[in-house]
């Protein structure tokens, strides 16, 4: 069976963890905050569909470097911050060898190009992944409903042979544990569906520590606010080429939160971002979509303001963060 590193044992990373064990891969994961906890118990999941208190106890490292072997695929489940430095290919880097697939399990748009060019060889699967899975504390996931989609194809859409065959070989990987895993032949139109709704939600309920449902509710202007933000991004998405994209898939988007007003409605990732003082994956969710309307000359006034105000709170945190580490480190 195949060898799997997993880089990232967050939510989702934990998650694909517990099934790809079902189907006897041998399988890694790379942590750090949770390293010990994983270390000593395992990763306990909690699902409606694969069932509750169930523990693994994959190998565990704190860095690609200790992950020595031949690593046949590593799944790339962290958060995506395209330039950060050092990048997740370069942490990955002592890992991949000749022929080891790599499959991003992450947000955002133009998230391949830094792992194409640092493994111009290697294949590149690019996935979309719909998954309420939250690390209730270190190394227990809590899968919150019975919803589970991966949409996955190869970076670029046209790459040789044995780049399709590997995607293949996950995809199957997963449909024989039991999950749910579909591919497409351009995966990028996956993604600008999935950012249409994240470059508008995730920032904007993050500004106002609103939920969907709570944002509408919150004044009569919310909803034509948030229709016009992704309006925007399907704009730049038909600029891009993807005509499928329209008006009546923000509509029918828009629906679902239209129909959770009255109750709590649901938060994005960001929102519990900011919660916790984390960074949020500003660049690839906001920042990708404006650099590629920037590219094509498409106005984007509402996701530029947006897209200013978040960068400044993530920006913040990160500052509060650095002078937190500095107290630390000088015992002050």
């Given at each position: 069976m195949p060898r799997?590193?997993?880089?990232?044992?967050?939510?989702?990373?934990?998650?694909?963890?517990?099934?790809l064990t079902k189907v006897g891969a041998d399988i890694t994961v790379v942590c750090r905050s949770n390293y010990q906890a994983v270390k000593e118990h395992g990763i306990v999941l909690d699902s409606p569909k694969y069932g509750k208190g169930v523990r693994i106890r994959p190998g565990v490292v704190s860095s690609p470097v200790d992950a020595v072997g031949d690593w046949d695929l590593i799944l790339v489940c962290s958060k995506a911050f395209p330039g950060m430095n050092p990048s997740v290919p370069q942490l990955i880097k002592p890992a991949v060898g000749p022929k080891t697939a790599i499959a991003l399990l992450q947000n955002g748009i133009h998230i391949e190009d830094e792992y194409q060019e640092a493994f111009p060889d290697n294949p590149i699967i690019s996935c979309t992944i719909y998954l309420p899975v939250t690390e209730i504390y270190p190394g227990h996931v809590d899968h919150q409903e019975d919803?589970?989609?991966?949409?996955?194809?190869?970076?670029?859409?046209?790459?040789?042979?044995?780049?399709?065959?590997?995607?293949?070989?996950?995809?199957?990987?997963?449909?024989?544990?039991?999950?749910?895993?579909?591919?497409?032949?351009?995966?990028?139109?996956?993604?600008?569906?999935?950012?249409?709704?994240?470059?508008?939600?995730?920032?904007?309920?993050?500004?106002?520590?609103?939920?969907?449902?709570?944002?509408?509710?919150?004044?009569?202007?919310?909803?034509?606010m948030i229709k016009d933000v992704m309006l925007e991004v399907v704009a730049v998405a038909q600029a891009q080429g993807y005509s499928e994209i329209n008006e009546g898939m923000v509509e029918e988007q828009l629906s679902r939160a239209r129909n959770r007003v009255g109750s709590f409605g649901k938060e994005p990732s960001m929102l519990g971002d900011v919660r916790m003082g984390r960074r949020m994956e500003v660049e690839a969710i906001v920042g990708g979509v404006l650099k590629c309307a920037w590219e094509k000359k498409v106005p984007c006034p509402r996701l530029e303001v947006i897209y200013c105000l978040i960068k400044a709170v993530d920006e913040s945190y990160a500052r509060t963060r650095e002078i937190a580490a500095s107290n630390n480190w000088t015992g002050s």
């Open positions: 799997i590193l997993i880089f990232g044992a967050g939510g989702v990373g934990s998650f694909y963890a517990h099934l919803l589970e989609i991966l949409e996955l194809g190869t970076f670029p859409s046209r790459p040789p042979i044995a780049h399709i065959q590997a995607c293949l070989e996950f995809r199957n990987l997963i449909k024989t544990a039991g999950g749910e895993a579909t591919i497409y032949s351009d995966v990028q139109l996956r993604r600008w569906i999935k950012v249409a709704v994240n470059a508008a939600w995730n920032p904007v309920c993050a500004l106002t520590l609103s939920s969907d449902s709570l944002f509408l509710s919150s004044s009569p202007y919310a909803d034509r």
